[in-house]
C-alpha cells in the first residue's frame, strides 16, 4: 500500500495479444510514484527520504490512468511488488523491481489544485478494480479482550470496589516506559 505523487504521466501502450480477447488489445500503463518520509533526526532536524516506485498497471487501471492521472496527482495504490531482468543493448543483465497495481484510488493533486483535469465529480475518491479477480483486501480481525479466567475475592468489609482502571498494580506513574 502506497500514497504518494505520480512523477511523470502515465506511458500507455497497447500489446499484441488483442486477437485471444475478442479483438481488442491489453492495455498497461507505466509511470513512477513518489513516497515521502518525513522526520526528525536525533538533533531535532526535519528530515525527508524519498523513494521512487516503478507502477505497472493493466487493462481498466491502465484506462484510469490514462484518463485520469497525470504528473503531480497524489494516488493511493494497492499492489505486489515484481522483480523481472533483461538484458539492455550492451549484453548487460538489468532488474527492474516494479509494483503492479491490484486496486487504485485517486486522492486529489499535490498543492490543493483539487481533481485532475477532466475528470469527473464525485464524492470521495473513485475506487477501481482489475477485472482478474485479486486477492481480497486485508482486514484486521475485531480484538476482543478475553474474559478473565479468575475471580479475586472480595473482602468482606470492602466498601466498594475502586474501577479497574484506578487500581495500583504495582507500578507508578512516575516509571520510565520502555517505548
Same mark, same amino acid.
Request: glycine content about 6%; hydrophobic content about 35%; aromatic content about 8%.
Given at each position: 500500500m502506497l500514497i504518494g505523487n505520480v512523477g511523470r504521466d502515465p506511458e500507455v501502450r497497447y500489446l499484441d495479444s488483442?486477437?485471444?480477447?475478442?479483438?481488442?488489445?491489453?492495455k498497461v500503463a507505466t509511470f513512477t510514484l513518489a513516497t515521502t518520509d518525513r522526520y526528525r533526526d536525533r538533533s531535532g =532536524?526535519?528530515? =525527508?527520504?524519498? =523513494?521512487?516506485?516503478n507502477l505497472v498497471l493493466w487493462r481498466?487501471?491502465?484506462?484510469?490512468?490514462?484518463k485520469y492521472i497525470r504528473k503531480g496527482s497524489q494516488i493511493y495504490v494497492e499492489g505486489r511488488i515484481r522483480t523481472r531482468s533483461?538484458?539492455?543493448?550492451?549484453?548487460?543483465?538489468? @532488474?527492474?523491481?516494479?509494483?503492479v497495481a491490484d486496486n487504485v484510488q485517486l486522492l486529489g493533486r499535490r498543492d490543493g489544485?483539487? !481533481?485532475?483535469?477532466?475528470?469527473?465529480?464525485?464524492q470521495g475518491a473513485?475506487? @477501481?478494480?482489475?477485472? +482478474?479477480?485479486? +486477492?481480497?483486501?486485508?482486514? +484486521?480481525?475485531? @480484538?476482543q479482550?478475553?474474559?478473565?479466567?479468575?475471580?479475586?475475592?472480595?473482602?468482606?468489609? !470492602?466498601?466498594?470496589?475502586?474501577? +479497574?482502571?484506578?487500581q495500583d498494580f504495582g507500578g507508578s506513574a512516575d516509571d520510565d516506559l520502555p517505548f
Open positions: 488483442g486477437s485471444a480477447q475478442g479483438g481488442q488489445s491489453t =532536524e526535519l528530515r =525527508e527520504n524519498t =523513494e521512487w516506485h481498466q487501471l491502465a484506462d484510469l490512468a490514462e533483461y538484458t539492455d543493448q550492451q549484453g548487460m543483465k538489468k @532488474y527492474m523491481t516494479e509494483i489544485e483539487g !481533481a485532475p483535469a477532466g475528470a469527473p465529480s464525485f473513485p475506487s @477501481y478494480q482489475p477485472s +482478474a479477480p485479486a +486477492a481480497p483486501a486485508y482486514q +484486521a480481525p475485531a @480484538y479482550a478475553p474474559a478473565p479466567s479468575y475471580q479475586a475475592p472480595a473482602p468482606a468489609a !470492602a466498601p466498594a470496589a475502586a474501577p +479497574a482502571a484506578a
